[in-house]
């Protein structure tokens, strides 16, 4: 089925699941997810300037775009535009 952004796919399954979810393997996962995310509020908390890098990721997601739609442009290498 090919993907088509302007047509609403109507197929979804219902919320809330019918079965459990939280099994044994989802509740393991979420101890690791939790450390991690703990980890990463300290690295944060050593960040003088948080919203300096908050802000930056548009940017970044813009060159990572752009750069997509260089390599599928060009037959030769890529020319970056700084």
């Keep these: 089925m090919p993907f088509r952004p ?6 979804l399954p219902s919320l809330p699941p019918g079965g459990d979810i939280e099994t ?3 509740l393991k996962a979420c101890i690791g997810a939790r450390a991690a995310l703990a980890e990463l509020k300290i690295s944060g908390q ?8 908050i802000n930056s990721i548009p940017l970044l997601e813009a ?8 390599h599928r442009d060009h037959d ?3 020319v970056s535009v700084r």
């Design 6 to 11: 302007n047509s609403p796919y109507n197929d």
């Design 24 to 26: 044994k393997a989802v």
């Design 46 to 53: 050593l960040i003088p300037n948080q919203s300096v890098l």
């Design 63 to 70: 060159q990572s775009k752009l750069g997509d739609r260089e």
């Design 76 to 78: 030769g290498p890529a």
